[in-house]
């Protein structure tokens, strides 16, 4: 897209209240948002080896901090980064809606989030060989509101980030009664399917819009398919509008990335 073309489309959406804004790496455009809601406390669900923690940090993001990763040695990583940052505590649960243990299909590299539901053969693996399961590990499973006078103090506003590959609607409703007090949430929204069952991106966004009250802040490329350029999978960012924001008498325009 060409840049005066670019410039006119700009000019429209943002009559429409929308802001479309160049994708790059780093999460200042997420804290500046977080910053804006006030949210305190990020919930960094299948949090690896902190890499999502550790980019709030550097983009500025000061509260709290609480991670659950379930494997040992990401865990292990994940708890050497957190040990210098009082703010950050590290949990070593997957969460779902129930409580009991499970065997999530484990990869062996940095990127979207082990499974823990079958991945069949197909647009994830062929995209993403590096993704290919090595092996298997029980992990124990927890409901996020077993688990929320432990992790939340009153008052606090919370933000759910999933990094959980088709967990997604297992993880919120495992929130229960508290699932009104999540003032936003990150999620990863398939487009093609990438574990067996696991939902996609219509059913994903009825879920957060729909049925918990968030609004759509902010929606950014995934990952995609090298072979063909397809995108398999993108970035939603949703928030409770009810929530104070820091000026209220500004509306923040949702904000759609591209890349160059």
Known sequence: MTAPLLRLLHRAVRRLGIDVVRHRPGGHELVRLLTRYEIDLVLDVGARRGEFGAMLRAAGYRGRIVSFEPLPKLRAELSRRAASDGSWSVLPYALGDRAGEAAPDVSGRPGPADALLPMPPGSHRAAAPRTACTGDAIVETRRLDELWEQVTAPGERVFLKLDVLGYE????????????????????????????????FDDLLALTRDELGLTLMSLAPGFTDPHDGRMLACELVLLREDASASDPSEAVPAQVAYTA
């Open 169 to 200: 609607a297992q993880v919120l409703g495992g929130a229960g009664e508290f699932a009104d007090q999540i003032r936003g949430v990150r999620i990863g929204a398939p487009l093609v399917p990438l574990v067996e069952g696991g939902k996609l």
